[in-house]
């Protein structure tokens, strides 16, 4: 266990950013969960929609650090590709 002032204080902020990075990364899988049923539906218009709440949501992942940017890119080229091979 910590013994100094500033571990201790250092351990609390570990949490704390811990917490907001799971809520961003909850969040992030939410939004990820509601495209993937447009898509799995054939819906194209709602897959777009959706998709447009799931970009920025991803990027701000890549901005804060919870996911990789390659990772983002890879994920958002991908949900892409599927939205536009729905047929229309």
């Known amino acids: 266990m910590a013994q100094h002032k500033s571990a201790k204080k250092r351990i609390r902020r570990n949490a704390r950013a811990a917490g907001v990075n799971h809520s961003r990364l909850s969040r992030?899988?939410?939004?990820?969960?509601?495209?993937?049923?447009?898509?799995?539906?054939?819906?194209?218009?709602?897959?777009?929609?959706?998709?447009?709440?799931v970009t920025p949501e991803?990027?701000?992942?890549?901005?804060?650090g919870v996911l990789a940017k390659g990772t983002v890119?890879?994920?958002?080229?991908?949900?892409?590709a599927r939205i536009k091979s729905i047929a229309a």
Do not use: N, Y
């Open 28 to 53: 992030i899988r939410t939004v990820v969960k509601e495209l993937e049923t447009a898509i799995t539906a054939g819906d194209k218009t709602a897959a777009q929609a959706a998709f447009k709440k």
């Open 58 to 64: 991803l990027m701000r992942g890549a901005t804060k």
């Open 73 to 80: 890119s890879r994920k958002l080229s991908r949900l892409s």
